[in-house]
């Protein structure tokens, strides 16, 4: 099972990316698949995840209304769109997954996710 994160780079405010995490080795579309963020001496934070054990996908409080996940299973592949990007959304995003449900509570939380792609660096500045 492997996954890789790629599209960052360096974009303007209120600029979009498009996110890609391309995966391998997975045989069900009931993996959660999420999206994480760690800025430069802060905790790593959970930002968005998808999965059929949810049926809708799910958001961290600071980017709901601007970034958009969704999933390409022929391609393997889950986006994140990100639209209206701030200074604050500056960091390295990784993707990561985990086969087995989680309480809606937890599933933004990192430390229950045992599969890791590398990262890939967000830069929001003028």
């Known amino acids: 099972v492997q996954l890789q994160a790629s599209g960052g780079g360096l974009v303007q405010p209120g600029g979009s990316l498009r996110l890609s995490c391309t995966f391998s080795?997975?045989?069900?579309?009931?993996?959660?698949i999420a999206w994480f963020r760690q800025a430069p001496g802060k905790e790593r934070e959970g930002v968005s995840l998808?999965?059929?054990?949810?049926?809708?996908?799910m958001y961290a409080n600071s980017v709901k209304g601007r970034f958009t996940i969704s999933r390409d299973s022929a391609k393997s592949t889950v986006y994140l769109q990100m639209n209206d990007l701030k200074p604050e959304d500056t960091a390295i995003y990784y993707c990561?997954?985990?086969?087995?449900?989680?309480?809606?509570?937890?599933?933004?939380?990192?430390?229950?996710?045992?599969?890791w792609g590398q990262g890939t660096l967000v830069t929001v500045s003028s």
């Open positions: 990561a997954a985990r086969k087995t449900r989680l309480n809606t509570s937890a599933a933004l939380t990192a430390a229950h996710y045992d599969i």
């Open positions: 080795g997975f045989t069900s579309d009931y993996y959660i």
């Open positions: 998808i999965s059929r054990f949810y049926g809708y996908p």
